[in-house]
């Protein structure tokens, strides 16, 4: 779990790649949350389960894939 808190006016640009596992490999399980805040505001929160193989099918999560590659600009 990350937490960021930014000060005031601040901006925070964040990149975070995720590989589940080598080439012909299904990877192990993983569970990741993201919380931004902003003087105490929350701004977004991000959580993405893929404790199972069964989760990653579903559709708008990866499919197939094993990489996953976010960036943001808080």
């Not at 601040?10 to 919380?35: D, H, K, N």
Request: aromatic residues 0%.
């Amino acid at each position: 779990m990350d937490d960021i808190d930014l000060g005031v006016g601040a901006v925070a640009l964040l990149r975070e790649t995720l590989v589940l596992g080598r080439t012909g490999e299904v990877g192990g399980g993983l569970e990741s949350t993201l919380s931004v805040r902003q003087r105490g505001i929350l701004l977004m929160k991000e959580q993405l389960d893929l404790t199972s193989p069964e989760h990653r099918r579903h559709p708008g999560i990866i499919g197939a894939a094993r990489v996953l590659d976010t960036v943001s600009l808080l």
